[in-house]
């Protein structure tokens, strides 16, 4: 005689493949709809944050796509480069954030105190093809930089990234909380060059 199985067997089996976690999101296996190809990618440490790039040494040009996953609309993002220490005063920031009307603003922002507002301004360097987009609560922000002149002895730049709230009117940055993984958004970046 044929055993038939227990049910809550068969129910348990598919509750336990149905909520096995998935691996978490990695920069090396994400394609940009925009076609944009880089030779390197970093899983930042917090913040739900990427960073692809491509380091031409030779011309001293640094290509970037910052990426901030689970980035609610009312919120702006800012990767920076600190030529200067490790940490956010002094940081040449690109900021950006999704406007009311569905675009998405993105400029630069020298950070000269703790109590920036993010104003747009010029870099310490030379910066070119600033954009960003967003959509399904993914900010992705580009830009091209010339860094030669702050780079490092041993390859290395100093990066900055973070995030915060937009004012209720949807078009100022407001100051991003200073605990937990906010005080933590920085690292020193080991250049790959690609020549």
Known sequence: MARIPNPLLILSAVISVT??????????????????VFESCNDLSVLDSFLHYTYDSSAGILKIAYRRTNLSPENWVAWAVNPTSSGMVGSQAIVAYPKNDG?????????????????EGGLSFNVSGVSASYKNSEMVVFANLEISKIVGSDGSINTVWQDGP????????????????HVQSMSSLLLKPNR
């Open 19 to 36: 909520l096995t976690p998935c691996s978490a999101q990695t920069c090396s296996n994400y394609k940009f709809q925009s076609g944009h």
């Open 103 to 119: 675009s998405v603003r993105a400029y630069t922002s020298p950070i000269g105190s703790y109590s920036t507002t993010l104003r």
């Open 166 to 181: 937009l004012s209720s009117s949807g078009n100022t940055p407001l100051s991003h909380p200073t605990t937990g993984e």
